[in-house]
């Protein structure tokens, strides 16, 4: 009986050891191992996504834009915000920050370049656009 179960157990640990060198099945388009899935809108947690460019917005503004958000990145009114949000405990205050965050950021880079209002004013229209689309009843589609 011992005999058995010691065999068993080299057999076992034998076939963990071929296993493990074993090559890797590559993985499928879109599941890179070493990537991070990107968060979607109803994600929680996570960095959010820069806003896409509006339509209404050029090639060269959106550029300024976004030389002006890397800039307002290192003012200090952005960085006390940002510390704000680290220190924050419950969710309503976190929500509060973030939005100080995003107060500061904007008041930078409008600081930078006035002009840039009017990307502003765009990507709040392109939100505002997006908002009504979906289906609210509350029933999932079904799956095939």
């Known amino acids: 009986m011992k005999l058995k179960l010691a065999f068993l157990l080299a ?17 499928p388009k879109g599941d890179e191992p070493g990537k991070k899935a990107e968060k979607g809108k ?3 947690g996570g960095k ?36 704000k949000v680290a220190d924050a405990k419950t969710p309503e205050e976190k929500q509060a920050a973030a939005k100080a965050v ?20 765009a990507i709040e229209a392109s939100r ?4 009504g689309k979906g289906d609210k009843g509350g029933k999932k589609p079904e799956a095939k």
């Open 11 to 27: 057999l076992i640990s034998s076939a963990g050891l071929i296993a493990a060198d074993a090559p890797k099945p590559d993985a």
């Open 42 to 44: 109803g994600d929680k």
């Open 48 to 83: 959010k996504q820069a806003p896409q460019k509006p339509e209404s917005v050029d090639e060269a503004t959106w550029k300024k834009f976004g030389e002006a958000q890397k800039a307002a990145q290192k003012d200090e009114a952005v960085i006390a915000a940002k510390a």
């Open 102 to 121: 995003m107060e500061a950021t904007k008041a930078a880079i409008l600081k930078t370049d006035a002009s840039l209002e009017s990307v502003f004013k």
């Open 128 to 131: 505002a656009k997006g908002k």
